[in-house]
């Protein structure tokens, strides 16, 4: 995510990994095959993850924007 400095490229990343189809949704749709005491735990560590991964965008895309801005200004 360091290397991305374009918020449509951003947005595509997210959408990629986060998003309704993607990757990270893609794990979280296997924890229902897991054994009942298997599923909260990894529930739990994939749920702290995506929040890690959300806040990571959220920061990215918050630097972008104001590169934006920045850019604009001068």
């Given at each position: 995510?360091?290397?991305?400095?374009?918020?449509?490229?951003?947005?595509?990343?997210?959408?990629?990994?986060?998003?309704?189809?993607?990757?990270?949704?893609?794990?979280?749709?296997?924890?229902?095959s897991?054994?009942?005491?298997?599923?909260?735990e990894?529930?739990?560590?994939?749920?702290?993850i995506?929040?890690?991964?959300?806040?990571k965008?959220y920061?990215?895309?918050?630097?972008?924007?104001?590169?934006?801005?920045?850019?604009k200004?001068?």
């Open positions: 995510m360091d290397n991305i400095e374009d918020l449509t490229e951003l947005e595509t990343v997210k959408v990629k990994f986060i998003g309704k189809k993607g990757t990270f949704t893609d794990l979280m749709k296997t924890l229902g897991l054994e009942p005491q298997n599923r909260s990894a529930g739990k560590t994939l749920n702290l995506k929040k890690e991964i959300e806040e965008f920061i990215k895309k918050n630097l972008l924007n104001r590169r934006l801005l920045d850019e200004i001068k």
